[in-house]
């Protein structure tokens, strides 16, 4: 896809811009605790897209893609890139380790041929805060020490990701434009920056120099990619019409304000991360995808109100494979959790939901969905903010029959079994928002689309 010419957007001058609020951008966030298949929708959308975002998070989250047969394993890049004519776009609000980017795309390029020319295709916003090494070192410290101050961590990735953002917070952290501007002078902020942390954490070995050399010979690479990312936002906003599809990352039971506070990630993984993460208004914000697994799934610590510590848990762990894509780790598995997406929807606005994974349920000859949650015998209708009382919420259960059929080969709605129609009727009845997708296996054809 071509840029947009610099000419194709007037800069508004106060004069009828309000009136044309430019193209929409569909978003698509997962609506759990992140791993719910939002990869997936996302591919099938970016098949006719022209540029797929990325607004927050970094190399901690991963998605996974199967193309053709070939899996793919994205943590930094938008998995929109495989399309050969989109046009990726890394936010202002995305954390970026340079030595994770390229050896992410070297890895994906080697599987198959839906990586070619990524470099080409690939806009860095210049306003990025970049991580370093010694982050991820420090991330891998702080954990360590909760482990053995508090008896648990937070089960970070240890990418860094939290030491990043405490620098953007603390106002020490460097950026995309720094590191392609004046390099002498990023070498000074670096090296206060270097200090500071050896400061802080007296165990932690930094080679300043070895990193900064390293750093270096990033630049020539990375600095065609570099663009001021609210120009670049705003012409594709206000250019031709264009299809924009922004990627969240983690999902909204991790965010840093209405996640599962601590157990959660350090960036606003809900949609108001769109606009902060990119630079755009909210006018543009047009169809919220929520993403949702059939069963719930979480990695880590932290409170998990229907989590099935049983064979039922298990049997969704083996059969769908709940492995984390960037630790490796076994997921904690349990039945949907209605309360948690309502949640999800007040802060998000969903317009319509993915559905995914039905198929591993295909076994169960009854599902429950937890539909509201007890304390002292009260329903209460919000979702605890506190982590102790959320450990203590009783779930009350509906019980639906389930399907005992391979739903694998459905391809229509109506080739599901009743059950199986039945239980996705009742999950949008019961939170006000239509199911456009439901998917019942891997591949890309099994994504059944419902209008």
């Given at each position: 896809?071509?840029?947009?010419?610099?000419?194709?957007?007037?800069?508004?001058?106060?004069?009828?811009?309000?009136?044309?609020?430019?193209?929409?951008?569909?978003?698509?966030?997962?609506?759990?605790?992140?791993?719910?298949?939002?990869?997936?929708?996302?591919?099938?959308?970016?098949?006719?897209?022209?540029?797929?975002?990325?607004?927050?998070?970094?190399?901690?989250a991963g998605h996974t893609v199967v193309v053709d047969s070939v899996e793919y394993d994205f943590h930094?890049?938008?998995?929109?890139?495989?399309?050969?004519?989109?046009?990726?776009?890394?936010?202002?609000?995305?954390?970026?380790?340079?030595?994770?980017?390229?050896?992410?795309?070297?890895?994906?390029?080697?599987?198959?041929?839906?990586?070619?020319?990524?470099?080409?295709?690939?806009?860095?916003?210049?306003?990025?805060?970049?991580?370093?090494?010694?982050?991820?070192?420090?991330?891998?410290?702080?954990?360590?020490?909760?482990?053995?101050?508090?008896?648990k961590n937070l089960g970070t990735t240890k990418k860094g990701i939290g030491p990043v953002y405490s620098?953007?917070?603390?106002?020490?952290?460097?950026?995309?434009?720094?590191?392609?501007?004046?390099?002498?002078?990023?070498?000074?902020?670096?090296?206060?920056?270097?200090?500071?942390?050896?400061?802080?954490?007296?165990?932690?070995?930094?080679?300043?120099?070895?990193?900064?050399?390293?750093?270096?010979?990033?630049?020539?690479?990375?600095?065609?990619?570099?663009?001021?990312?609210?120009?670049?936002?705003?012409?594709?906003?206000?250019?031709?019409?264009?299809?924009?599809?922004?990627e969240g990352a983690n999902a909204a039971l991790l965010d840093i304000d209405f996640g599962t506070y601590?157990?959660?990630?350090?960036?606003?993984?809900?949609?108001?991360?769109?606009?902060?993460?990119?630079?755009?208004?909210?006018?543009?914000?047009?169809?919220?995808?929520?993403?949702?697994?059939?069963?719930?799934?979480?990695?880590?610590?932290?409170?998990?109100?229907?989590?099935?510590?049983?064979?039922?848990?298990?049997?969704?762990?083996?059969?769908?494979?709940?492995?984390?894509?960037?630790?490796?780790?076994?997921?904690?598995?349990?039945?949907?959790?209605?309360?948690?997406?309502?949640?999800?929807?007040?802060?998000?606005?969903?317009?319509?939901?993915?559905?995914?994974?039905?198929?591993?349920?295909?076994?169960?000859?009854?599902?429950?969905?937890?539909?509201?949650?007890?304390?002292?015998?009260?329903?209460?209708?919000?979702?605890?903010?506190?982590?102790?009382?959320?450990?203590?919420?009783?779930?009350?259960?509906?019980?639906?029959?389930?399907?005992?059929?391979?739903?694998?080969?459905?391809?229509?709605?109506?080739?599901?079994?009743?059950?199986?129609?039945?239980?996705?009727?009742?999950?949008?009845?019961?939170?006000?928002?239509?199911?456009?997708?439901?998917?019942?296996?891997?591949?890309?054809?099994?994504?059944?689309?419902?209008?």
């Amino acid at each position: 896809m071509s840029e947009t010419g610099s000419s194709s957007a007037p800069i508004p001058n106060g004069e009828g811009s309000s009136r044309h609020p430019g193209n929409k951008v569909t978003v698509v966030l997962g609506a759990q605790w992140g791993d719910e298949g939002k990869g997936k929708v996302v591919d099938l959308l970016a098949q006719d897209a022209d540029i797929v975002c990325r607004c927050q998070g970094g190399n901690n989250a991963g998605h996974t893609v199967v193309v053709d047969s070939v899996e793919y394993d994205f943590h930094l890049l938008p998995s929109g890139i495989i399309n050969p004519k989109v046009t990726a776009f890394i936010g202002n609000g995305v954390v970026i380790h340079l030595p994770g980017l390229f050896e992410e795309a070297e890895k994906n390029v080697k599987k198959g041929k839906g990586l070619e020319g990524w470099e080409k295709r690939l806009i860095i916003s210049d306003r990025a805060h970049i991580v370093f090494d010694f982050h991820q070192a420090a991330d891998g410290i702080q954990e360590q020490q909760r482990e053995e101050q508090a008896g648990k961590n937070l089960g970070t990735t240890k990418k860094g990701i939290g030491p990043v953002y405490s620098s953007k917070a603390a106002r020490s952290g460097l950026r995309m434009c720094d590191l392609v501007s004046d390099f002498n002078e990023f070498s000074e902020r670096f090296k206060v920056l270097a200090n500071q942390y050896k400061s802080i954490y007296p165990t932690l070995k930094i080679d300043i120099e070895g990193e900064l050399k390293r750093l270096k010979g990033y630049i020539e690479r990375i600095k065609p990619m570099v663009r001021d990312g609210v120009y670049f936002m705003y012409e594709a906003l206000h250019g031709p019409p264009k299809k924009i599809l922004v990627e969240g990352a983690n999902a909204a039971l991790l965010d840093i304000d209405f996640g599962t506070y601590p157990f959660v990630t350090s960036s606003n993984c809900t949609v108001g991360g769109v606009c902060t993460g990119l630079g755009m208004p909210p006018q543009n914000v047009g169809e919220v995808y929520g993403v949702v697994k059939a069963y719930t799934t979480r990695v880590g610590i932290g409170a998990f109100p229907t989590e099935q510590g049983n064979e039922i848990g298990e049997l969704l762990q083996t059969r769908g494979k709940e492995v984390g894509v960037t630790t490796g780790r076994k997921r904690r598995c349990g039945w949907l959790d209605l309360v948690l997406l309502r949640y999800a929807h007040m802060i998000n606005g969903f317009t319509a939901l993915a559905l995914t994974k039905m198929d591993i349920m295909d076994v169960l000859p009854e599902i429950k969905v937890g539909v509201a949650y007890k304390i002292n015998d009260k329903i209460i209708p919000h979702f605890p903010a506190n982590q102790e009382v959320l450990n203590k919420v009783e779930v009350q259960y509906e019980t639906l029959p389930g399907w005992n059929t391979d739903i694998s080969n459905a391809r229509t709605f109506d080739d599901l079994p009743v059950n199986a129609q039945n239980y996705v009727r009742f999950i949008e009845m019961e939170l006000g928002v239509p199911v456009k997708w439901i998917g019942v296996g891997k591949s890309r054809e099994s994504m059944i689309q419902l209008f």
